[in-house]
Nanobody
Framework: QVHLMESGGGSVQAGGSLRLSCAAS????????MGWYRQPPGEQRVLVAS???????KYADSVKGRFTISWDNAKNTVYLQMNSLKPEDTAVYYC????????????????WGQGTQVTVSS
């Protein structure tokens, strides 16, 4: 069983910062990539940022220069540092991990966290 535990969401004023964390635990053999998605009210879930095991990163255009994704391999934890937050960043943020777990052998699996609310007020 694999579990993704997210933390760090909350409410902040425009221009403020938040740091999201997502720790993966369970019978994990290897992690290929981790990422953050967000889903504003009434909209679809979209990619915010992702990072591979090799360190390659990808960002949505709307967050480039403001958000930074990082990964602590030893802790199986991915972080999303969000600076200069805007009201349009308000959404539920979900962690995703593409990994190989004992239960999924011989295939890789995609796992999601439960989501954490980020609210930015103007």
């Amino acid at each position: 069983q694999v579990h993704l535990m997210e933390s760090g969401g909350g409410s902040v004023q425009a221009g403020g910062s938040l740091r999201l964390s997502c720790a993966a635990s369970g019978s994990i053999l290897s992690i290929n990539a981790m990422g953050w998605y967000r889903q504003p009210p009434g909209e679809q879930r979209v990619l915010v940022a992702s990072i591979t095991s090799g360190g390659s990163t990808k960002y949505a255009d709307s967050v480039k220069g403001r958000f930074t994704i990082s990964w602590d391999n030893a802790k199986n934890t991915v972080y999303l540092q969000m600076n200069s937050l805007k009201p349009e960043d308000t959404a539920v943020y979900y962690c995703n991990a593409n990994l190989r777990a004992v239960a999924d052998l011989p295939y890789d699996g995609s796992y999601w966290g439960q989501g954490t609310q980020v609210t930015v007020s103007s």
